[in-house]
């Protein structure tokens, strides 16, 4: 819990932490120091009435960081699913079926470092890196520069980068191929399902996730939302095995890696209650950058 109150504090505004103040009642002069109290921030986070500052219905505008409200999201979603028996899952473009997993789920946000793991995660996608770079080609001693575009929603051509990357950077564009699957799958089911990967780019994300070529024919005809689940926990553990040092943050992802389904159906609820709405345009849509 410590890792993830010191997470917490490191992202949130003064703005945040006067919201936080004023809404559970603290005195506004409360030092900035408190908030790296485990137990009074996990508080906090969770307390009902931070969700309606954030959330509820206000005649003023309310401003706050996105971490801030992600993380106040990620809290509310613990309380939502002690009171239900299931959630709707996707059993084709914009159909529900009901499934009896929430004990799965709630174990998944029984843990504040996965809680952080993914307001950071969803912080993370509110500006997206987008742009070109070059590289160098060529054969029989002649070599030409070319320019490659990339996205961070487009893992296709961020698996591209694979190819060109130093090996100091993969571990990081590893990272964030699994970010940008859980983030697809979790936030965006439906256009993911609905943009099916094309045989050629499977192919090119199979590869770039270096699975045996035995199991590449069954995965290449496999759902868009079981792909990107498979391609997100695989690039996760390749982040964690190509680090050069492994550290207590990589270890949280090494943990979602095992836990990836649960990770995605946390944030399909989150997507569908409080984050995707014409109110909330938090996220870019996939497809415009």
């Known amino acids: 819990m410590e890792l993830?109150?010191?997470?917490?504090?490191?992202?949130?505004?003064?703005?945040?932490?006067?919201?936080?103040?004023?809404?559970?009642?603290?005195?506004?002069?409360?030092?900035?120091?408190?908030?790296?109290?485990?137990?009074?921030?996990?508080?906090?986070?969770?307390?009902?009435?931070?969700?309606?500052?954030?959330?509820?219905?206000?005649?003023?505008?309310?401003?706050?960081?996105?971490?801030?409200?992600?993380?106040?999201?990620?809290?509310?979603?613990?309380?939502?699913?002690?009171?239900?028996?299931?959630?709707?899952?996707?059993?084709?473009?914009?159909?529900?079926?009901?499934?009896?997993?929430?004990?799965?789920?709630?174990?998944?946000?029984?843990?504040?470092?996965?809680?952080?793991?993914?307001?950071?995660?969803?912080?993370?996608?509110?500006?997206?890196?987008?742009?070109?770079?070059?590289?160098?080609?060529?054969?029989?001693?002649?070599?030409?520069?070319?320019?490659?575009?990339?996205?961070?929603?487009?893992?296709?051509?961020?698996?591209?980068?694979?190819?060109d990357a130093p090996e100091e950077s993969r571990p990081g564009i590893y990272r964030r191929l699994g970010d940008v699957s859980l983030f697809l799958a979790g936030v965006f089911p439906d256009y993911s399902a609905m943009h099916a990967l094309g045989p050629v780019d499977v192919s090119r994300l199979l590869r770039s996730a270096r699975v045996p070529y035995d199991a590449r024919d069954s995965l290449a005809t496999a759902p868009a939302l079981d792909l990107l689940e498979y391609l997100g926990a695989r690039w996760y553990r390749a982040a964690l095995s190509a680090a050069p040092v492994r550290t207590a943050r990589l270890d949280v992802v090494g943990d979602v890696a095992g836990r990836f389904r649960q990770a995605r159906r946390v944030l399909n609820h989150l997507a569908d209650r409080y984050l995707i709405s014409r109110s909330a345009p938090w996220f870019p849509q996939p497809g415009t950058s």
Do not use: K, N
């Open 4 to 163: 993830a109150a010191s997470g917490y504090a490191d992202h949130l505004t003064e703005t945040d932490l006067r919201l936080l103040c004023t809404a559970a009642g603290l005195p506004a002069s409360t030092d900035r120091t408190a908030f790296t109290d485990p137990a009074l921030l996990e508080g906090l986070l969770a307390d009902p009435r931070v969700f309606d500052a954030v959330f509820g219905d206000h005649d003023e505008v309310v401003l706050v960081s996105p971490f801030l409200a992600f993380v106040v999201a990620v809290h509310r979603a613990t309380l939502d699913l002690a009171g239900l028996d299931y959630l709707p899952e996707r059993s084709g473009l914009r159909q529900r079926i009901p499934v009896f997993d929430t004990p799965e789920l709630r174990d998944f946000l029984g843990s504040a470092e996965r809680r952080l793991f993914l307001a950071e995660l969803l912080a993370s996608f509110t500006r997206v890196a987008s742009g070109r770079y070059r590289v160098q080609s060529g054969w029989g001693g002649t070599s030409r520069s070319r320019t490659r575009r990339f996205s961070e929603l487009d893992p296709v051509r961020l698996a591209g980068m694979l190819d």
